[in-house]
């Protein structure tokens, strides 16, 4: 699976952003969806992820009801709502997948399969 995300951008707080993650190659529908996003000088943190059937999403509590996570298997596209924006969101946002079945997922970066590059949202307040 090749991903690349998009949609990043520059914009203040309070506002609000959708990524996209367009997915090639391997079965999309087979897949789990998740965004990570790394600050700089911080690790890379969890944020959201999908359910391969769709029917199940996940949230890091810091993004709870500010963010949502969605797919279109027919565009074989994962988006990333994210609303009421905080300058402490700026960060590089990734997107990633993993063959794995297993749910609640598993947060860890060493959990999944296939990373795409990232784009850049960056929160002024």
């Known amino acids: 699976v090749q991903l690349q995300a998009s949609g990043g951008g520059l914009v203040q707080a309070g506002d609000s952003l959708r990524l996209s993650c367009a997915a090639s190659?391997?079965?999309?529908?087979?897949?789990?969806f998740y965004w990570f996003r790394q600050a700089t000088g911080k690790d890379r943190e969890f944020v959201a992820a999908?359910?391969?059937?769709?029917?199940?999403?996940y949230y890091a509590d810091s993004v709870k009801g500010r963010f949502t996570i969605s797919r279109d298997n027919a565009k074989n596209t994962v988006y990333l709502r994210m609303n009421s924006l905080k300058p402490e969101d700026t960060a590089v946002y990734y997107c990633?997948?993993?063959?794995?079945?297993?749910?609640?997922?598993?947060?860890?970066?060493?959990?999944?399969?296939?990373w795409g590059k990232g784009t850049q949202v960056t929160v002024s307040s």
């Open positions: 990633a997948a993993t063959g794995s079945s297993r749910w609640p997922p598993d947060v860890t970066t060493e959990g999944m399969n296939y």
């Open positions: 190659g391997r079965a999309f529908s087979d897949h789990s």
């Open positions: 999908i359910k391969w059937s769709g029917q199940a999403t």
